[in-house]
């Protein structure tokens, strides 16, 4: 599967972004897919996904209850809803597949997309 991931900008502090990640291939939906991010310096950070059936999704607890992972499968797509954005937020943004299971560690993941800038100024 080939990701295209996109929506990323510069946001000042407080504002949104919705990420998307279109995904090529009949199979886009028995993949797993997350977001991860990494920052400059930084080592790639998981920060949400889900589970193998789609039913539950998982966030890493510094954007609980400010981003919401979401996909629609008719358009092998998958988002990433930003709001209450933070400077502590601008990354490069990445999404991923997987093949076999959900989990937060980026080494699981098969396939991903070229990231997509985010920029949170303050």
């Known amino acids: 599967v080939q990701l295209q991931a996109s929506g990323g900008g510069l946001v000042q502090a407080g504002g949104s972004l919705r990420l998307s990640c279109a995904a090529s291939g009949r199979t886009f939906s028995s993949y797993v897919m997350g977001w991860f991010r990494q920052a400059p310096g930084k080592e790639r950070e998981f920060v949400a996904g889900?589970?193998?059936?789609?039913?539950?999704?998982y966030y890493v607890d510094s954007v609980k209850g400010r981003f919401t992972i979401s996909r629609d499968n008719a358009k092998n797509t998958v988002y990433l809803q930003m709001n209450s954005l933070k400077p502590e937020d601008t990354a490069v943004y990445y999404c991923a597949a997987s093949r076999t299971y959900y989990s937060a560690k980026p080494g699981v993941y098969d396939y991903w997309g070229q990231g997509t800038q985010v920029t949170v100024s303050s």
């Open positions: 889900f589970n193998w059936s789609g039913d539950s999704t």
